[in-house]
């Protein structure tokens, strides 16, 4: 079994910063590519940001020159640097990662979701 645990949301002001965390434990052989989602109220959940093992990212471009994602692959953790944030970056956040275990090549996990809140 597989858990991720996210930290670091909160309230803050628009244009302030967040920096978010994902830790992976478990029976983990390794971790493939790793993410971060969103999901405002009444809408569907959306990617922000990926970034692969070997450290290529991809960022939605509503989050790109703002958001920053990296990785520690000896803590098998993930973060997400938020900059410059607006009210519209508002939602629950997601992390993803696509885990190999001992049995299992390629199995998909989602943190519990961390609220990110911006006040305009």
């Known amino acids: 079994q597989v858990q991720l645990v996210e930290s670091g949301g909160g309230l803050v002001q628009a244009g302030g910063s967040l920096r978010l965390s994902c830790a992976a434990s478990?029976?983990?052989?390794?971790?493939?590519?790793m993410g971060w989602y969103r999901q405002a109220p009444g809408k569907q959940r959306e990617l922000v940001t990926t970034i692969t093992s070997g450290g290529s990212t991809n960022y939605a471009d509503s989050v790109k020159g703002r958001f920053t994602i990296s990785r520690d692959n000896a803590k098998n953790t993930v973060y997400l640097q938020m900059n410059s944030l607006k009210p519209e970056d508002t939602a629950v956040y997601y992390c993803n990662a696509d885990v190999r275990t001992i049995v299992i090549l390629s199995a998909n996990y989602w943190g519990q979701g961390t609220q990110v809140t911006v006040s305009s």
């Open positions: 478990g029976s983990i052989f390794s971790i493939n590519a």
